[in-house]
């Protein structure tokens, strides 16, 4: 049971203040806080799973590069043996590629256009990842499923890939793979870090477990006739101050994390 009142702002704006005499209005309000931070963690779950697989797979070519880069080092392999190196893997890995076309369209009836190239598989893929980016805004509960996981691993990957083959096709791969691929893993998980994407859906998962956690010791409070006290009202205040000061403190730890970005920036320009 609860009574609906009126009270007048120093702005004359009437807000209904409700009070509260049993467990039926915490345990729906409850509810329908659960809902929402479930809706909101199905949302922001697909953000956090690219951003963390980003670095995944752009890593195995910072990872290549820069072998390659460290056996310049050595004595007897300068930085021309690997250039010639990589011209040699580019010619392979055309020829493989061509050769898979071939194959699949002898088998397929002419499945893949002969006239498809890496530029084609780069914009096809991040035009499908965009397109999945938007199905799961409106469609949030999908986010989490097998199909949609799959899916997403198998474009990104087809988008290392395209990358990593117009890299070696260039006239200077060593550099420009590991100028592409470091700022792409590196700008992945700064993504991530500065806007605090796996934090916050950590934070809506959470709140939305706590949620249903007091949503049923409440119920069973109800059940087993123990009293209606302000030690309920305690529990459901203390539950939303602590989702409000989680989210702030979030915010300010971003906020700090880019300003200590920026000031070692500015030391090592000195």
């Known amino acids: 049971m609860s009574r609906q009142y009126k009270a007048t702002t120093p702005a004359n704006r009437n807000i209904q203040i409700s009070q509260t005499y049993n467990y039926t209005p915490l345990i729906n309000q409850l509810l329908l806080e659960q809902e929402q931070l479930n809706a909101k963690s199905n949302k922001s779950y697909w953000l956090r799973y690219i ?20 056996m310049t080092m050595v004595k007897e392999i300068n930085l021309q043996s690997i250039n010639s190196f990589l011209k040699s893997l580019s010619i392979y890995l055309n020829s493989r590629m061509t050769s898979l076309v071939t194959f699949t369209n002898s088998h397929l009836d002419n499945l893949i256009p002969l006239d498809i190239n890496r530029y084609h598989i780069l914009l096809t893929s991040i035009l499908l990842l965009f397109s999945i980016y938007v199905i799961v805004c409106f469609m949030a509960r999908i986010a989490q499923q097998l199909i949609i996981k799959a899916l997403t691993n198998t474009l990104l990957f087809s988008l290392s890939a395209s990358v990593f083959f117009i890299v070696i096709n260039s006239d200077s791969p060593l550099m420009l793979g590991l100028v592409v691929f470091s700022t792409s893993t590196i700008t992945s998980m700064l993504f991530d870090r500065v806007l605090g994407i796996t934090r916050r859906n950590e934070r809506y998962k959470l709140f939305a477990n706590r949620a249903k956690c007091l949503c049923d010791l409440l119920l069973n409070k109800k059940i087993i006739g123990i009293p209606f006290d302000e030690s309920n009202l305690l529990e459901i205040a203390q539950f939303h101050e602590e989702l409000r000061l989680s989210k702030y403190k979030d915010t300010v730890s971003d906020s700090n994390y880019l300003l200590s970005i920026m000031e070692k920036l500015k030391g090592l320009s000195k």
């Open 51 to 70: 951003s963390r697989r980003i670095p995944l797979f752009f890593s195995a070519g910072l990872i290549f590069y820069a072998a390659c880069l460290a």
